[in-house]
């Protein structure tokens, strides 16, 4: 995008990743709220939602001149509200001036015009501030302001939904709360940006152990979102290219689990299995040493409820505060700060973790009653999707088999009701040849053997998944375990 003149007050297109351009309003952000390092940027509020953020320069471009340019490309119903906003916003600012026109040029009869004078708007951020907008915005720190809601509406891949609490309020403010009167577990839905630049980072320092495929796309989403991090890596092999990855970009190197959880207020960790998330917490130098009252660990492993629970009695045991929260997605997602955060334990921490979980995550739930619960549900999501698998695979190979098209089933298949992403981008990596780990095949293995197990504690049959089991072990026979989930086809053609 070409350069552009920009200050607080004009109307904007602006860019937020792999959103569409969005109409919205440079404002002065509240006093409280860091501004990114690196590049010049500006503070946003978009029009026909809650949202906000901040914009690199190079991302922004001005309203009136480009308009016709982004209604073409632009025809979803709540873009054209938002559009419809700003309009509705120019015009009553118009009418202001007239009338203000009006009665200046009655009383300054026979004198020089004056120059017009800035009106005030409910959503003016700038006439709250009480400053002019003739000053162009600045890399130092912005001035502080009131921030005040713009029109509510919705659209996709923004958080709409129109709330009497402020856009700028924490977590606990805008949780949606589903009691029932079941024994079943009620969900709390958190708000969830998930737009890169709309997050006000914590002030407690981050710890992050385990620099996997989820595990670093999660830290560099923490990056690029203004926390403070110190990481640390399991594997020996991985820890120095990665840590000074991360170390370039900002963060800082804990020697053991020990020390980060001692330098940190908080500690996320993500690691491959259950035994890896004890040896952790309960190894030499683990977790468990550097836990003082007060201190936070949050465990986005996904393992048995088990586990979950033995770990959450020796912290807390020693003062600590746990929460797990384990994560679905892909290693696109987390690099994407795409994931779906499921939660369980103190909702405390769960609130603490706001920012994070914003930076890491589309959307994120919380679900009552003891730590465990995560992990069931997360297990059942895993569940299903590995079954999934295995039958798109299935039935790939099959229409193979009987002289079809695999082209063809994958294109009826991506116009039908299972169209989806995942369906997509699995079938066509399959087609090429491409296995390259996403999410690895012995992970979603050993999420089938755990979710067949807790099926087993309950008396609960679960045959499609021990049949799905039964494929991606054979798979792993075949030394596919390190591959994609989608390998799980090479069961079948061996």
């Not at 309203?63 to 632009?74: A, S, T």
């Not at 229409?399 to 699995?426: E, N, P, R, W, Y």
Request: proline share 5%; aromatic share 6%.
């Amino acid at each position: 995008m070409a350069t552009v003149h920009l200050r607080i007050g004009d109307l904007v297109w602006g860019k937020l990743g792999r959103y569409p351009p969005w109409p919205g309003k440079i404002v002065s952000p509240p006093k409280d709220l860091k501004k990114p390092r690196g590049k010049k940027c500006f503070f946003v509020k978009f029009f026909g939602t809650e949202d906000h953020a901040w914009i690199k320069v190079e991302q922004l471009k001005p309203y009136h001149p480009h308009k016709e340019e982004m209604i073409k490309i632009n025809k979803g119903k709540r873009f054209q509200q938002a559009v419809d906003a700003v309009e509705e916003y120019l015009k009553k600012a118009k009418g202001k001036d007239q009338t203000h026109s009006d009665d200046k040029s009655k009383s300054d009869k026979g004198r020089k015009a004056a120059k017009p004078m800035k009106i005030i708007e409910e959503d003016d951020e700038d006439a709250f501030k009480g400053g002019s907008s003739d000053k162009e915005q600045t890399d130092s720190d912005p001035e502080p302001s009131s921030v005040r809601r713009l029109v509510a509406g919705t659209v996709s891949g923004f958080k709409w939904e129109s709330s009497p609490a402020s856009s700028m309020e924490p977590i606990t403010k805008r949780l949606k709360i589903i009691e029932e009167d079941t024994r079943s577990t009620s969900i709390q839905a958190a708000d969830s940006t998930a737009i890169n630049g709309s997050i006000t980072p914590t002030d407690k320092r981050i710890g992050f152990l385990g620099l996997g495929l989820m595990g670093s796309g999660v830290v560099s989403n923490l990056l690029k979102m203004g926390h403070v991090v110190t990481v640390w890596n399991r594997t020996a092999e991985k820890v120095q290219s990665k840590c000074d990855l991360f170390i370039q970009e900002g963060a800082r190197l804990g020697r053991t689990p020990a020390e980060v959880v001692s330098m940190c207020d908080i500690t996320f960790s993500c690691v491959s299995d259950p035994k890896a998330a004890r040896d952790l917490v309960l190894g030499p130098s683990g977790v468990l040493q550097g836990i003082r009252p007060g201190k936070c660990y949050v465990e986005m492993s996904t393992v048995d409820p088990e586990t979950i629970m033995e770990l959450a009695q020796v912290i807390t045991s020693r003062g600590g505060r746990f929460l797990e929260a384990p994560v679905s997605g892909s290693q696109q997602l987390s690099n994407d700060g795409m994931l779906v955060i499921v939660a369980a334990g103190d909702r405390s921490v769960y609130e603490d973790c706001s920012s994070c979980f914003q930076a890491m995550g589309k959307t994120s739930f919380f679900i009552a009653g003891e730590a465990g619960n995560a992990a069931r549900m997360m297990l059942i999501i895993n569940m299903v999707q590995g079954s999934f698998m295995a039958t798109i695979a299935e039935g790939l190979t099959l229409a193979q088999a009987t002289g079809q098209s695999q082209q063809t089933f994958l294109d009826i298949l991506c116009h039908g009701q299972m169209a989806s992403t995942f369906v997509d981008q699995k079938c066509q990596n399959i087609l090429q040849g491409n296995f390259k780990p996403d999410y690895y095949l012995k992970h979603i293995q050993k999420d089938l053997r755990l979710a067949i197990s807790m099926g087993d504690s309950v008396n609960h049959p679960t045959p499609m998944a021990a049949a799905a089991n039964e494929v991606y072990k054979r798979a792993k026979a075949l030394d596919q375990s390190d591959n994609d989930m989608s390998a799980v086809y090479r069961a079948y053609i061996h």
